[in-house]
């Protein structure tokens, strides 16, 4: 690493008393390498990555007494990282942000829904979650191919089964050099009527969440960013959704407002980020499309695996965009469902 770069590096990100110094950041480079996380010394332009937040954070919980950080304040709550992906099959790049969630507790659930009443959890690790959920520019860069009915490249994704989400995060992982998190065995093409199919429609998979790389969030991980330290039922607002409240609409893509012609009677999902954001900087964690989590979802239905959506989707009611509403679909299942991704901070 060049020292001017390093001092360059320093005089616009020293947030913290100007306590960092070059051989700090150096120190942190040589740790962070170690770790895989793809730093390197060579680099003539440091820019903003996940890597400096973790060094910015982590020194300045090292530098600062501890007296001036009970609060937490100086960690980041909302900044967001822009990646870019290349693709060598793919001509044009496709760039998307990611906003940084730190560690901490609150309650999950909604005193209104009789199957996810209000708890106390627990998120252990901070995480990166997707700004917006995964569009269709993006997909179509990684994956090189388009499922969406509703063709827009600014429009979320959708037809993505469970295991295409984690096919593409494993993907979109191995173009930015990251560790895949996903493990996928005995993976079958053939449906239950045993034709073949060109997706997968049965595997095992594993997620080590100590990987670098893209994953799926974890439902509570979802919910906690969807929430974003509020109690709000929506993302964004406590506002009641109602024909009423049309202020509420400015949130949520749902069932009344997603009309795409004069007659009503045609519905569709739309461009991400039209609406205004939650309190971390989400956009449509209500509605537009529901969205895959990593966890199973209990069911009874004769023992079928099923998988977490949440977030409900443009067709659906106001009670199925809350933030603490949750419903589950079997992992081959893809109509009409996306997704958002995420990384272990």
Known sequence: MRKDTTKKFLAKENRFFKRF???????????????GLGIKQKDSDLKISYDLIEFRNCFALEKLPMNTISNRNILLSSDKI???VSNKN???QVSFNMVYC???T???????LWYNKPRIEIIENSFLLGETEVTQELYEKVMEINPSYFKNPQNPVENVSWYDAIEFCNKLSQLQGLDGCYV??????????GDEQNRIMSAQVTCDFNKNGYRLPKEKEWEYAAKAGTQNRWAGTNVEISRSERCTYDYVWFRENSYVNDDGDEQSTHPVATKLPNEWGFYDMSGNVAEWCWDKHETNKNSKTEQVIRGGGYAADSTNVRSASRYGYSPDYYNYIGFRI???F
Do not use: A, H, P, W
């Open 90 to 92: 793919v001509d044009k």
């Open 342 to 344: 995420c990384r272990t």
């Open 21 to 35: 110094t070059s051989i700090d950041v150096i120190r942190f480079v040589q740790r962070q390498n170690k770790k």
């Open 106 to 112: 609150f309650t999950m659930g909604d005193e209104d």
């Open 102 to 104: 730190e560690s901490g």
């Open 184 to 193: 996928l065995k005995d993976i079958s093409t053939e449906d239950k009527y």
């Open 82 to 84: 822009k990646n870019v």
